[in-house]
């Protein structure tokens, strides 16, 4: 039998100490290791923000990371809390930052083509006691991808819920261009690209064009937050194989639980308005951080991938699917508080297209998760 030695027990152990250390040093610290003492110096050099020390912007971004840990390590103190608040690359970002990449709108002067929307009809069907794409065989998700500073949260969303039909009928998971849809969906109003949109224009752009093609093919351009001119793509220099067709969507009954539980069940993911003021801190957990007051409105597209109860809380969730890279929230995922009996209040209206305050109009489910779901109808042939 080997006899380890007290010093090369110390040693080891000083070994341990070090690599523990060096893995602090490259990331953020988590929720349960954030303390008051997470200065702003070593948060900008684990998120490689590149600010010089002393500049106006510097100062700036210092003091809005140091009122946020604060309100993260507030919310941590909790312990009948569900969730967890952390550090990611939102904290020291301004509010108009963080508005600007929550581009979803609802838009009240959106005007419906029949022969390209058309209503989900329930099955009847008792559904799954849950589901989680996410571990589907084949797999139907594509990686969780990153908008970056553009507001094309809408984008992103169509986008997969079209990679997700596809594989879903194909068995054959393709990644498709989100900068496509970015920027080929004509702009209504003072929607367009990163600025914002509502997503069933994009269904209606994508329904209308011959493909959208795979993302190796039209890469994504507008991470910094810039608008970029559509491509020609009339005539293609690659096989139309790197490509998925629509016809169309399915629109889920507004506000209704039960019909959207039966489109996941029977259709696949979904995407979904949501109100994600409360989400940039979202770190781990069931959220249960929105409230429908006077400030309350759909301001984000994500995509709707599940349901299911963590049995340790006892509490059912909703499972959603966003696009601010996977070192966010749940590897990219946000967990939502999923009530016995949906709650609902009236969401504000936000920002429209064409510059004009929507009547408030019911929203129900944590965040409005079941108030405006769509589901792609695509050619497999």
């Not at 959208?212 to 139309?240: A, D, K």
């Not at 070192?327 to 946000?334: D, T």
Request: hydrophobic fraction near 35%; include cysteine; aromatic fraction near 10%.
């Amino acid at each position: 039998m080997r006899v380890v030695t007290g010093t090369v027990l110390a040693a080891l152990m000083l070994l341990a100490a070090l690599s523990s250390a060096s893995l602090t040093a490259g990331r953020s610290p988590r929720s349960h290791e954030l303390t008051s003492s997470y200065t702003y110096d070593e948060y900008i050099g684990h998120h490689g923000k590149g600010l010089e020390k002393g500049s106006h912007e510097y100062k700036m971004r210092s003091a809005i990371f140091s009122k946020n840990l604060q309100e993260i390590l507030r919310h941590n103190s909790n312990p009948s809390r569900t969730y967890s608040k952390g550090v990611n690359q939102y904290t020291d970002w301004t509010d108009a930052e963080l508005k600007g990449i929550r581009g979803g709108r609802r838009e009240p002067k959106f005007k419906a083509n029949p022969a390209i929307e058309r209503p989900h009809v329930p099955t009847g069907k008792v559904p799954a006691a849950s589901i989680d794409y996410r571990l589907a065989q084949p797999p139907i998700l594509s990686g969780v991808k990153d908008q970056g500073m553009c507001g094309d949260c809408w984008a992103h969303a169509v986008t997969e819920a079209i990679e997700s039909a596809y594989a879903k009928a194909t068995g054959n998971l393709l990644v498709l261009s989100q900068q496509q849809i970015t920027a080929c969906t004509p702009a209504e109003g003072g929607c367009f690209g990163c600025d914002g949109f509502y997503p069933r224009y994009a269904y209606e752009y994508a329904s209308s064009t011959q493909y959208i093609m795979e993302e190796w093919v039209y890469p994504f351009e507008s991470y910094l937050g810039g608008n970029q001119s559509c491509s020609n793509m009339t005539n293609p220099p690659y096989p139309l194989k790197t490509s998925v067709s629509i016809s169309g969507y399915m629109q889920i009954a507004p506000n209704r639980e039960s019909d959207v539980i039966d489109a996941l069940n029977h259709l696949g993911p979904l995407s979904i308005l949501v109100d994600a003021t409360a989400w940039s801190s979202y770190e781990s957990g069931i959220f249960n951080g929105c409230v429908y007051d006077d400030f309350f409105g759909l301001d984000h597209a994500v995509l709707l991938v599940g349901y299911g109860t963590d049995e340790t809380l006892n509490q059912d969730y909703w499972i959603v699917r966003n696009s601010w890279s996977a070192s966010w929230g749940e590897h990219g995922y946000i967990r939502l508080f999923k009530n016995v009996t949906a709650p609902c209040g009236y969401d504000q209206g936000g920002l429209s297209c064409f510059a004009v305050t929507p009547q408030p109009a019911p929203s129900c489910g944590m965040c409005g998760v079941i108030t405006d779901a769509q589901f792609p109808i695509v050619q497999t042939n």
